[in-house]
T-cell receptor, first 117, second 111 residues
């Protein structure tokens, strides 16, 4: 298995532009998580999905952020319009969830490093 | 509110055991203790988890006190590649579980 795949790995954009980050979870996993990491705030959970349905989006900073999971193999995190304070590394993680022998181990992608000028 | 307390940093000599402590005095009966680590610039990596009993896998051992208010992650023979930030997390299971990361402990393994 290729693991969790994120794209792009690096993105540099200007303030006001739309940014779309993409994630392909591990096949068969039914839970997907988006995290953001900065030096100041550490790793923050933004949103997570279970069976493609958003369960908790309380970590999404504001309306400029949106996330979708149209099917079990793809998710996007969109920022529109982007601001310099959105500069961070965004991680996607997937999991088998809980139950049936699974106990919630998260598998993380390599992250998307976003710089907003 | 932080559910866990970890020292910000620790040092360990290569080849020696690394013992990383974690306090979780407010842990609930249905909450598990998870350990992850993050090597510089990479995504976090799962290490081990437990509920009540001590656990061991190919990476580490997890010792949970009888009252479950603290735990220790043990890397039996630390190598330079074990230098990373180690996160201790408590979370309940179930379909709506989620993992909230704190600041963790930066473990530096020295040659």
């Amino acid at each position: 298995d290729a693991g969790v795949i994120q794209s792009p790995r690096h993105e540099v954009t200007e303030m006001g532009q739309e940014v779309t980050l993409r994630c392909k979870p591990i096949s068969g996993h039914n839970s997907l998580f988006w995290y953001r990491q900065t030096m100041m705030r550490g790793l923050e959970l933004l949103i997570y999905f279970n069976n493609n349905v958003p369960i908790d989006d309380s970590g999404m900073p504001e309306d400029r952020f949106s996330a979708k999971m149209p099917n079990a193999s793809f998710s996007t995190l969109k920022i529109q319009p982007s601001e310099p304070r959105d500069s961070a590394v965004y991680f996607c993680a997937s999991s088998l969830g809980w139950g049936g022998g699974a106990t919630g181990e998260l598998f993380f992608g390599e992250g998307s490093r976003l710089t907003v000028l | 509110d932080a559910k866990t307390t970890q020292p910000p940093s620790m040092d360990c000599a290569e080849g020696r055991a690394a013992n990383l402590p974690c306090n979780h005095s407010t842990i609930s009966g249905n909450e598990y203790v998870y350990w992850y680590r993050q090597i510089h610039s990479q995504g976090p990596q799962y290490i081990i988890h437990g509920l009540k009993n001590n656990e061991t896998n190919e990476m580490a051992s997890l010792i949970i006190t009888e009252d479950r208010k603290s735990s220790t992650l043990i890397l039996p023979h630390a190598t330079l590649r074990d230098t990373a930030v180690y996160y201790c997390i408590v979370s309940a299971g179930g379909s709506n579980y989620k993992l909230t990361f704190g600041k963790g402990t930066l473990l530096t393994v020295n040659p």
